[in-house]
């Protein structure tokens, strides 16, 4: 992925990986399209697990809700944001290349209740301070 192709700016980014979306007074958090890309090596049906939470689990902001395994790795996920697990998307569990073919909408993985409505701290990320972070990984 070249620098040219941004990552959606209506969203906040965490360190691992992970972005967060107001919705309502929710918020929909997924992995990003570089995670998923880590993970499978551009071929969708290399992501073969995902482990959600259930709906009612609080979470603190940075606290693994799950994993997702491919044929090379098992990665955690990461809440960006503290508060109480609403939803999660069942469609993803059972159909992994959702993820490969839309992470940023269809891809979305838990809908959470903040416990602040000022949920987008200092430790996410714009999407341009997310592609320059990216850039100082590869260095």
């Not at 090596?41 to 995902?50: A, E, H, I, Q």
């Not at 009612?56 to 491919?70: C, K, P, V």
Request: glycine share 6%.
């Amino acid at each position: 992925m070249t620098s040219k192709t941004m990552r959606p700016d209506d969203r906040k980014y965490f360190e691992s990986h992970e972005w967060a979306k107001q919705d309502g007074d929710a918020v929909i958090i997924g992995i990003t399209d570089f995670a998923v890309a880590a993970l499978s090596n551009g071929n969708d049906s290399d992501l073969v697990y995902c482990d959600l939470p259930e709906p009612g689990r609080e979470l603190a902001q940075g606290e693994t809700f799950g994993e997702i395994e491919s044929v090379k790795a098992v990665s955690d996920l990461n809440s960006p944001v503290a508060g109480e697990v609403l939803e999660i998307n069942h469609k993803i569990e059972e159909h992994l290349e959702i993820l490969a073919r839309d992470p940023w909408n269809e891809g979305w993985m838990i809908r959470v209740k903040p416990t602040s409505k000022n949920w987008a701290s200092e430790k996410l990320m714009s999407a341009a301070e997310y592609e320059k972070f990216l850039e100082a990984q590869k260095h």
